[in-house]
C-alpha cells in the first residue's frame, strides 16, 4: 500500500517535472537569454581571476605584485573569451557594449541585456572574493576595514585614484586608455586588415590587457571599464567599507563615464583612419595558388579550352559535325569569388 502510493507520487511528480523543465529549457535557448548568461559568467570568470590578483598583492606580500595583477586581468579576459566569446562576443565590459551600439554593430535593445549580466557577474565575483579571502582580510586589517591608509582593503575590489593624481588627469588617462583598448580590439578581428590567426583571438586579447597593465597601468589602475569597477565597488558599501568607497577624492564616477567616452572615440578614430583605408586583395578566381587552401567551389578541372581561345570565344562548328569542347557553364554558377 505504501509503496503504491509512493510509486503514484513519484509518477506524479515526473508528469509535473517535465513540462517545467521543458519550458526552463526553450527559455534558456532564447538568443537574449544565452547573450545575458554568456555575458554574467564570462564576466564572473574574469573578475574573479582578477580581483583574486588583486587580494594577493595587497594582502600576501610574498604572493602577489603588480604584474601578478596584470597577468591575473589579463589572462582573466582570456578564459572570459573562451566561456562566452562565441555566443555573446563576451565583451565583459560596458564600455565595449555601448561602443559596438554607438556605432550600429549591435542592436540597442541588447544594451541593458548585456550590461545587466556583465554588473551581476562582476556582483557576484567580487562576493566570492571577499568569501573566499574574508580571514585574509580580517588578519591584514586588524577588523578594521577601510579605503584609505596603511591597512585599506578596499582596493581589492574597485580602483582609487592615486595622490600624485589629481581628478581631471585621472579623467584623461582611463580616456586615452580605454580608446587604445578599442582600437587595438578593432584591429585584432578585423578581417579586412591583419587579424589575429582564427583560434587565438582569446589569447591576443589577454595579452592586450596585459600590455595595457604593465605600461599604463599605476596612474588609476586602469579601471577602463564600468563594469570592472562599479558593481565591486558597490558590494564593497555593502559589505562594511561604507560610504567612503564613494567619496574618497569623488573618484567612483570616472571608471563610469570615462571608459565609454575613450572606447567610442578609440573606435570611430580605427574605423576612420583604418578600417575604411585598410587595402583589400584584388577579387581573384579561387583556383589561384594563392587561394589553394580555402575551401570553396572553384572552377570546374574537366572543362577544357581550345588553344588561343578565351572561354568568352565563339567556337564555330560545321552543321554535320559535333562541338570538340563542351561548352563553358555560366560563370555564376562554376566560380566563387573571395568576398570581402
Partial sequence: ??????????RGSKMVSSPVMTRMQTFLQKEMVREFLAELLSTYVMMIFGLGS????????QFGSFLGVNLGFGFGVTMGVHVGGNISGAHMN?????????????????????????????FLAAATIYCLFYT?????SGGYLTVTGPTAT????????????????GFLDEVLVTGLLQLCLF????????PALQGTQAVVIGILVV???????????????PSRDLPPRFFSFLAGWGTQVFRARDWWWVPVVAPPLGAYLGGIIYLVFIGSTAPREPQMLENSPVYEDRRIPVLPKTTSYPPMTSS??????????????????PLRDSIHLEQF
Fill in 187 to 194: 584591429a585584432i578581428t578585423d578581417k579586412g586588415n591583419n
Fill in 211 to 225: 600590455i595595457i597593465g604593465v605600461s599604463l597601468g599605476m596612474n588609476t589602475g586602469y579601471a577602463i571599464n
Fill in 1 to 10: 500500500m505504501g509503496s503504491g502510493c509512493c510509486f503514484r507520487s513519484t
Fill in 136 to 140: 585574509a582580510i580580517i588578519d591584514y
Fill in 54 to 61: 588583486v587580494a594577493h598583492m595587497v594582502l600576501g606580500d
Fill in 154 to 169: 578596499a582596493s581589492i575590489f574597485a580602483t582609487y585614484l592615486p595622490d600624485h593624481m589629481t581628478l581631471w588627469r
Fill in 94 to 122: 560596458a564600455a565595449l557594449t555601448f561602443t559596438n551600439c554607438a556605432l550600429g554593430r549591435m542592436s540597442w535593445k541588447k544594451f541593458p541585456v548585456y550590461v545587466l549580466g556583465q554588473f551581476l557577474g562582476s
Fill in 312 to 329: 568568352l570565344t565563339p567556337i564555330s562548328v560545321s552543321p554535320n559535325s559535333r562541338p570538340s569542347v563542351r561548352p563553358v557553364p
